[in-house]
């Protein structure tokens, strides 16, 4: 079963590695160095925060940012996922 479930402050720097190591790995070799310093700008912990604060949503695998936890101990590096991480404009609560 895929959980999935509201981002909170606490995952915010697992997800910001997440989302730079997806986005170097699959991404950035297409892209100028100034894209690649705005995606790394959009995806810095302190975005990510921002964005959470401005009635900002986010969702995360929770499978991913435990793998991620997994990887960077054993390995010292974020994982190499992507596809975990979406986000919505939040316009009042969330119903399912």
């Known amino acids: 079963m895929m959980t999935v479930r509201q981002m909170t402050l606490q995952d915010v720097e697992r997800v910001s590695e997440v989302c730079l190591a997806s986005f170097m790995d699959a991404v950035a070799g297409t892209l100028s160095d100034k894209g690649i310093a705005t995606f790394t700008k959009i995806a810095s912990i302190e975005s990510f925060k921002k964005r959470m604060q401005e009635n ?21 590096h974020a994982a190499r996922s992507s596809r975990h991480i979406g986000s919505k404009r939040s316009h009042g609560p969330i119903r399912t």
Do not use: H, L, P, W
Request: hydrophobic share 25%; no cysteine; aromatic share 14%.
């Open 56 to 76: 900002n949503t986010f969702f995360v695998y929770e499978q991913a940012i435990e793998d991620n936890k997994q990887s960077t101990q054993r390995e010292g």
